[in-house]
């Protein structure tokens, strides 16, 4: 049986105590606190039994999964009916021993292994691995609640696992109906606030299911949304002092929904199918509102690195109403069976995932743009007292006035409190529209058996799996008739010239509100909204118009189109087996094994020479082995000691190895996609100490260190070869900037975990328990020009620490997640080593209580980011702040019925 598929083991006649306890473990009735009753005959039974205790039930049933396991994971688990403690895979992983989360926009997002790069993490439903559309990076949150039975973090792989990771592997297993017999459901509905600029959070999701033991089958579906603010603030530095800033103001609408539906049928304890239906869509609505001050090229004045005294500072701007979606479609048919002495289980997936955008925009200038403005612009521009505030997430502090001229010179005029949105003359539309989309086939066959070997109760198994990926990519940009691309500033598509051929009205003026920004930043200054969604379909209403135009040859304009020469398609097959054995002696258990994988990749694309475009065509093969051994000795009943050596690749991103270039045979350059890409591989040991020392209760500590070979850095090369010698040109010699496969790096970390309900504590206060880890990690590589830098993603020290209380119907939990500095961008080779972009130190604060007012009924209260803490990024040294980006608050409260 493989250990991808947890679910139904128990069914199976035959299965080894192991398997039992980790699909008791996992199924959605988990290990009920011993005062709850026990459940009968699953064919029998059908009334929901709640438990006082649900934290606690979670956090057991994740503990015993985790001792039973072969290799070193971690767990969260639903509580005994089904109730998974956080709103997203994301929020759960988060809390989780070396796990480092990045957010957007204050919202989790992706996650960071041991503080290895994100692309060094896989992810699976149900035991298939997923690929996300973006870098292969999975978007966690994308997963709700309402779908989960638990998620499983593997930090070490077996090698009945892909071994397409190098940090870890997240298995997150949906809800199973034929666990909890009879007909039952669980609904909840819920509202709240952001407090900056007070958007509604709505929340709703409803889950139905039904079983008779031999049939089961489940419906569920969700919906989160919240209306945001977003305060962000990006200085820049030069020399002299600060050189510009970009300001904005975003109003979003995040939106996640997703449905599923499970068919299954055990009409034995030797046979189980099923048949799921996942789709899930993450949707960002963006109001864009951004102002950039070119400090730098004021018309005169001072500046340094604490105050600034300017006359004429350009000023541009730029709005937008886009939509960012990212989604997942995922169907798979599933199989165990018991045939003779064999456990058989199998696998046919179908996934398709995406992430598009669809972002027209607007921008506004004078003709000299970010330009020393001449002085007829300087009229139309601010002028200025700036305090920089040069520090670890300070920004710059305003004092505006209008710009004059006083005997033909541009001088300081009348004192403003707001910006003049109405000053600047020109707009012109701009694009970043585009379309990434993954469709991925999976078929998996799995075979193991017990037997005896070296005087161990032991089991063989074996398997196969062949994955058919293929990944296109468009991308829309101003495009001309003739098929040229125009460049997206005031020469591109000028909106009041167009307008005016065209026939058509257009003012940016009238679509200036009165309502003022609502900001937790003060920069000195106020802004009121513009009507971007008015001001989108009028930039859509005059691109259709252009078209009719070029349609009927009147016109020659650079409409919204696709760009073929970025167009592309990148095809990923992976063929893959494996053999591996477990020996179980008294305390010692050893399970080693082999995975040989074969990965073929095919690119095709667009050389972009001088305006010409050629077709370009490349492929590879590469074949990799990873052998692992796992060993695990129970010192004594409540301790126990494992050791690894595992072996393990990370693809480089699909887009990365996209076949498109643009080549200039006069520099003698070419940029792009590298086709060429071979996945960065590394090899490296855990150790662990885990001391199970009462119910619900764990102390442990562990070690890791990873060898990584081929890192993968965007860096130039000399191409070296006759790949791009097309059109009679030898290009061998040639510059090729792009992704690169680099030299070596390491890893190093260190855990230490400590969980316990403190039940030994007299009256109401034994009703506190405490769950925490700190996580201390070092790595470094060397980039290809011989420079030593840490790995993005990595903090020297990441702490989770959860405070919970259960008693009398309460269950709450305050958690407090903090991580230090981490590098977030290394800036391409030849920079200096201060320019590299940093995230500073991070912490938050969220609470969730719920109150169980009767079998049926609970109420909940969730409240997120209670300090108010921002996002910082600082450029090199701490305080030459590159971003800093406020939020808010977030308030959820509600009502959940379960029967």
Not at 640 to 647: G, M, N, S, V
Not at 853 to 859: G, H, Q, Y
Not at 877 to 890: H, L, T
């Amino acid at each position: 049986m493989s250990s991808n598929h947890l679910r139904h083991p128990a069914r199976l006649a035959g299965a080894r105590t192991r398997r039992a306890l980790l699909a008791v473990s996992a199924s959605l009735p988990i290990l009920a606190a011993a005062a709850a009753p026990a459940l009968a005959d699953d064919a029998e039974v059908s009334e929901l039994v709640v438990t006082a205790t649900p934290i606690r039930d979670s956090i057991e049933a994740s503990l015993e999964i985790q001792r039973a396991s072969d290799n070193i994971v971690n767990v969260i688990a639903s509580d005994t009916i089904g109730r998974f403690p956080d709103a997203t895979a994301a929020g759960a992983l988060a809390r989780l021993p070396g796990v480092g989360v990045q957010r957007d926009q204050g919202q989790e997002r992706y996650i960071q292994i041991r503080g290895a790069p994100t692309r060094w993490t896989t992810m699976a439903l149900d035991g298939v691995n997923l690929i996300g559309a973006e870098d292969r990076i999975f978007r966690f949150d994308s997963v709700p609640a309402a779908q989960i039975s638990q998620v499983v973090l593997n930090k070490t792989l077996l090698p009945n696992m892909p071994a397409e990771a190098l940090a870890g592997r997240v298995n997150i297993e949906t809800f199973s109906p034929l666990s909890l017999p009879g007909f039952h459901g669980s609904f909840d509905v819920g509202g709240g606030f952001v407090d900056m600029g007070d958007g509604p959070v709505k929340q709703y999701s409803g889950r139905l299911s039904w079983s008779n033991g031999t049939w089961g089958a489940s419906l569920i579906g969700s919906h989160y949304s919240f209306e945001q603010h977003t305060d962000n603030d990006e200085p820049r530095f030069d020399d002299i002092g600060l050189s510009s800033l970009r300001f904005t103001k975003y109003v979003i609408e995040r939106v996640t929904e997703s449905y599923s539906a499970k068919l299954e049928y055990s009409p034995s304890d030797d046979h189980y199918i099923s048949l799921s239906h996942l789709s899930t869509e993450f949707a960002d609505y963006e109001e864009r509102n951004w102002y950039v001050f070119s400090y730098a090229n004021a018309f005169s004045g001072t500046r340094n690195f604490e105050t600034a005294d300017l006359v004429g500072v350009p000023m541009t701007a730029s709005f937008a109403y886009g939509i960012y979606t990212n989604g997942v479609v995922f169907n798979v048919l599933h199989g165990d069976h018991r045939v003779g002495a064999w456990d058989l289980n199998w696998d046919l997936a179908y996934a398709t995932t995406e992430f598009n955008n669809f972002y027209p925009s607007v921008g506004q200038t004078t003709s000299t743009a970010t330009s020393r403005p001449s002085i007829a612009n300087t009229v139309f521009l601010p002028s200025m007292n700036v305090t920089v505030n040069a520090v670890s997430g300070g920004f710059p502090y305003h004092t505006l006035y209008d710009t004059v001229l006083v005997n033909g010179q541009p001088t300081r005029g009348q004192q403003r409190t707001s910006i003049n949105q109405m000053s600047l003359p020109e707009s012109f539309a701009t694009e970043s529209t585009s379309r990434l989309e993954t469709e991925a086939y999976t078929v998996k066959f799995d075979a193991s058996r017990d037997w005896n070997s070296f005087g161990a109760v032991a089991t063989f198994s074996a398997g196969f799996q062949f994955d058919d990926r293929t990944q296109e990519n468009d991308i829309t940009n101003l495009v001309r008739p003739d098929g040229s691309v125009a460049t997206g500033n005031r020469t591109g598509f000028p909106l009041e010239t167009n307008a005016a051929l065209l026939g058509l009205p257009w003012d940016m003026k009238t679509l200036f509100g009165t309502t003022p920004w609502d900001q937790d930043m003060d920069r000195g200054f106020t802004a009121v909204h513009i009507d971007t969604r008015r001001m989108r379909d009028g930039v859509l209403g005059l691109m259709d118009a252009a078209r009719a135009a070029n349609a009927a040859g009147t016109g020659n304009f650079a409409v919204y189109d696709i760009d073929r020469k970025l167009s592309n398609t990148v095809d990923e097959k992976i063929a893959s087996a494996y053999a591996m054995n477990r020996w179980k002696w008294d305390r010692h258990t050893l399970t080693g094994g082999v995975r040989v994988e074969r990965t073929e990749t095919a690119s095709d694309g667009l050389a972009n020479v001088g305006g010409t475009l050629v077709p370009l065509n490349f492929s590879s093969e590469v074949t990799h082995v990873f052998p692992s051994l796992h060993y695990g000795f129970d010192y004594s009943d409540n301790l126990k000691l494992r050791a690894a050596f595992i072996t393990g690749a990370a693809r480089p991103s699909m887009n990365w190895q996209r076949a498109t270039v643009t080549v200039n045979d006069t520099s003698e350059t070419l940029s792009g996609g590298n086709p060429f890409l071979v996945p960065e591989k590394a090899y490296g040991v855990d150790l662990s100490a885990e001391w199970y020392f009462a119910p619900a209760a764990l102390l442990a500590v562990s070690f890791f260190h990873r060898e990584v070979e081929d890192v993968l850095f965007s860096a130039s090369r000399i191409v070296g070869d006759a790949s791009y010698n097309f059109n009679g040109v030898d290009r061998s010699g040639y510059t090729l900037s792009s992704f690169q496969n680099g030299r070596n790096g390491h890893l190093t970390g260190l855990e230490f975990v400590y969980t316990q309900p403190w039940t030994f504590l007299p009256g109401l206060l034994s009703g506190l328990g405490f769950q925490g880890s700190v996580s201390f990690t070092k790595g470094e590589f060397e980039t290809p020009d011989g420079e030593t830098v840490e790995f993005p993603g990595t903090s020297d020290r990441i702490t989770s620490a959860t405070l919970f209380y259960e008693k009398h119907g309460i269950s709450s939990r305050l958690t407090w997640q903090h991580r230090t500095d981490w590098l977030d961008e290394v800036f391409p080779s030849g920079s200096s080593a201060n320019s590299n972009l940093y995230w500073d130190e991070s912490q938050r604060l969220d609470l969730s209580v719920r109150y169980q007012v009767n079998d049926t009924f609970s109420v909940f209260l969730d409240a997120n980011n209670l300090t108010n803490e921002q996002g910082v990024r600082y450029q090199g040294r701490e305080d030459r702040p590159y971003e800093v980006e406020g939020f808010g608050r977030k308030y959820l409260l509600g009502v959940r019925a379960s029967f």
